[in-house]
């Protein structure tokens, strides 16, 4: 994957994919001492950047492929967007889902018309059950991050937001399995060669970077934190070989400074973002982030219930 893939992803998704807003905020800017701003993928097609990869490497299957249909493994939010996308491009699409997925995602997974079973995160390989359910019905698997198709798709939003609004000395991005960070990596290294872009993970979840100080993919234990689309035990293999190249660093956020970071949002710029997609605000809020003059920040999600919301700021 290269700069050039995410263009090609970028056209292929022209008139499909939102092109979502940038916010900015005089008193973040004024509490960070930066000059921020905020790519919304929370008003995404499904709520998340997961639909820009989806879309793109459905898209790409042959029309044989597509009768067959899709399937997928997901915590949510890519659930939602291969759902929707392979809706949309005529195939079916039968999901694998932790069973403590937010009742909010099950729903609107089945609501674009996915099959979904579910597995237990903390006991089962999603992988080889995902692989398993792939081979034994004919389907097309489309993973998470480890692929070359969503890596460029999810890089789109970093390709956008450098284009509206030009230099940015610093990029935050959230990592889980790190499709979204290589995909933005690669354009904005391309875009910008000086640019710092840097990971943000739970505290509890800090698998890429442990590998990246260990320059070797490291697995831990399956994290339990509230930003549950980022409980990922080890990086991808695809996004690793891409994020140790390109990634700066890595910073880490707990859960209570994400739910600050959704205060934040709430109160002060009236974004509903979901724990995943708070976490590179947290950052900036807690002056994690290099020192920057221009910050861009990925506001990766805004899945979550009213219900649910409501608890974890109570």
């Known amino acids: 994957m290269n700069a050039a893939d995410v263009r090609d992803a970028a056209a292929r998704l022209a008139g499909v994919a939102h092109r979502t807003p940038v916010a900015v905020s005089r008193t973040l800017n004024a509490r960070t001492g930066t000059e921020a701003f905020l790519k919304c993928e929370n008003l995404q097609r499904v709520g998340a950047f997961k639909f820009r990869g989806a879309f793109n490497a459905i898209s790409r299957r042959t029309p044989e492929e597509l009768s067959r249909g899709i399937a997928a ?102 990592v889980g399995g790190g499709g979204l960070i290589a995909g933005c990596a690669t354009i904005a290294k391309a875009l910008l060669p000086d640019i710092r872009v840097i990971g943000v993970e739970p505290a509890v979840g800090d698998d890429t970077l442990r590998s990246l100080r260990a ?61 995943n997609g708070a976490t590179g605000l947290a950052a900036l809020l807690q002056g994690r982030a290099p020192a920057a003059h221009r910050v861009g920040v990925l506001l990766s999600g805004g899945n979550i219930d009213v219900t649910r919301f409501i608890d974890l700021l109570a």
């Open 73 to 174: 493994y997901s915590s949510g939010n890519h659930a939602q967007a291969v759902a929707l996308a392979a809706r949309e491009l005529g195939a079916r699409a039968v999901v694998l889902m932790p069973a403590d997925t937010p009742t909010s995602k099950r729903d609107a997974v089945r609501d674009y018309g996915a099959e979904i079973h579910t597995y237990d995160r903390y006991t089962q390989d999603r992988v080889a059950l995902g692989e398993a359910l792939a081979a034994e019905r004919g389907l097309t698997l489309i993973p998470p991050y480890d692929h070359p198709h969503v890596m460029a798709g999810q890089g789109t939003a970093a390709l956008e937001l450098i284009e509206d609004t030009g230099p940015l000395d610093t990029l935050l991005v959230p």
């Open 215 to 275: 320059g070797e993919r490291v697995r831990i234990p399956v994290p339990r934190t509230i930003a549950d689309g980022m409980a990922a035990d080890t990086p991808g293999t695809l996004t690793f070989e891409v994020n140790r190249r390109l990634v700066d660093d890595v910073v880490l956020v707990t859960d209570e400074e994400i739910r600050d970071a959704m205060r934040f949002a709430f109160d002060r710029m009236k974004l509903v973002l979901e724990p």
